[in-house]
Structures are given as structure tokens and as C-alpha cells.
């Protein structure tokens, strides 16, 4: 099925150890963007990108980095992971044009201990 | 800049009841808005959008909202709800311009809708 895809759905980190969450999706879209939803705060932008090779920060994009060096690809990492970085993740994907809304994948559920 | 307000953290309601979710937004451009619905532990899934066409915008699963420029408001309303509605909502904008705001959508805070049988 067309859409977007998270890799990993769940992972727990140990304070201090790195990893690096995957998104994909395969409708040719320009945009592509990674939110951080935490309880009673909606989503927050981390970093998004406008297309392949250009990257650029959000909201909270401290403890975060990303890359997108193939237009369907998008990807988070976390360096030093920290417990205040216990959240779900949001990627999503758009056409250009805003009359468009977003695809969003499914999530990802990171708990750092 | 944009902002989201969603002027209720949660509402519930009984199953076939009415109902209306208030969100409230600022954008420096003119806007599309836009609400989405996320079910426990899933995804968001986009219910309906405004795109500077007709004010009335119906939606998926009986939905519908109406924008309003002069109050900068977008309700969704549901004239009967149902238990599977249980859900929470949230409303987004997305500036048609705006240099570095454009393309972004910027998110409410999210409304938890409880339906009771």
C-alpha cells in the first residue's frame, strides 16, 4: 500500500546510546517532516525537509538530527539519547502546494531509561 | 506566523448526541485548515480540509466543519456521534505563503472526544 513507513514501531534506549529512526514513503513527495507527540502538547515539529539534500530545523530540534539524501527518505537520529526524549514519533510527507495535507506513518514509540 | 487553538481538551458525550469541536486559529497568510483524527495508538488520519473553496467542508465518517474568517475559527461538527468516534481530534493550519512558514502545518493541542453508550 502507498503511504508512509516507520521503522522501527517501538524501541528502548539507555541514557547516553544512539539510534536512528527510519521513514519512507513512496508518493513522490517534496516535503517530508518528523513531530514529536507528547501528552497534553500536540504535536511539535523536530526538523523537516523540502526536498532532497536540504534539510531545516522546527520547533524542537535540539538533541535531533536529520538527513534526506534520497527524496523518499527521511531520517532521525538521536545521538545521546535522554530520558525528556521519551516520546512517539511522527514522520509525515506532503506535496508542495499547502492545500495539501499531510501523510503521516504510523508512529514510532521510543522509551529512554 | 500560525497558531492552533483547540478551546476544549476533552469533551464527552453519549453515543447519538450532537457534537462540536472548537478550534480557533491565527495565520499571517491565508490559510488552508485542516482536522485530523487519531484513534488509540494509531496514526493521524485526515478527516477534512479547507482550501479556500467552499466554507461548509464535509468529511469522512459523517464529519463535517465550517470556516469562518471574520472569527478565524474551523468547528468540527457531527450531528451523531458514535462509540467508534471515540478518538482525539486535532485541528491544523498550513499558510498558502509566508516564505519559511510555508508548507508547515502547525497543530492544536488536541481534543480528546469520549462517547459513552
Known amino acids: 500500500n502507498a503511504g508512509v513507513t516507520q521503522t522501527p514501531k517501538f524501541r528502548v534506549l539507555k541514557t547516553g546510546q544512539s539510534m536512528t529512526l527510519l521513514c519512507a514513503q513512496d508518493?513522490?513527495?517534496?516535503?517530508m517532516y518528523w513531530y514529536r507527540q507528547d501528552p497534553g502538547m500536540g504535536l511539535r515539529l523536530i526538523h523537516y525537509?523540502?526536498?532532497?539534500?536540504?534539510?531545516a530545523k522546527g520547533e524542537v530540534p535540539d538533541g535531533y538530527n536529520v538527513s534526506r539524501l534520497k527524496k523518499q527518505n527521511f531520517l532521525l537520529g538521536l545521538e545521546s539519547a535522554a530520558p525528556s526524549q521519551t516520546s512517539v514519533y511522527f514522520c509525515?510527507?506532503?506535496?508542495?502546494?499547502?492545500?495539501?495535507?499531510?501523510?503521516f506513518g504510523s508512529g514510532t514509540r521510543l522509551t529512554v531509561v | 506566523a500560525q497558531s492552533v487553538t483547540q478551546l476544549d481538551s476533552q469533551v464527552p458525550v453519549f453515543e447519538e448526541a450532537p457534537v462540536e469541536l472548537r478550534c480557533n486559529y491565527s495565520?499571517?497568510?491565508?490559510?488552508?485548515l485542516f482536522w485530523y483524527v487519531q484513534h488509540p495508538n494509531k496514526g493521524l488520519q485526515l478527516l477534512l480540509k479547507?482550501?479556500?473553496?467552499?466554507?461548509l467542508v464535509k468529511g469522512i465518517n459523517g464529519f463535517e466543519a465550517e470556516f469562518n474568517k471574520s472569527q478565524t475559527s474551523f468547528h468540527l461538527r457531527k450531528p451523531s456521534v458514535h462509540i467508534s468516534d471515540t478518538a482525539e481530534y486535532f485541528c491544523a493550519v498550513r499558510p498558502n505563503a509566508g516564505g519559511t512558514s510555508y508548507g508547515k502545518l502547525t497543530f492544536g493541542q488536541g481534543t480528546i472526544l469520549t462517547v459513552h453508550p
Open positions: 508518493m513522490n513527495h517534496e516535503y
Open positions: 509525515a510527507s506532503s506535496y508542495r502546494a499547502s492545500r495539501h495535507g499531510y501523510t
Open positions: 495565520s499571517s497568510y491565508s490559510p488552508s
Open positions: 525537509s523540502v526536498g532532497e539534500g536540504t534539510t
Open positions: 479547507y482550501t479556500s473553496a467552499a466554507t
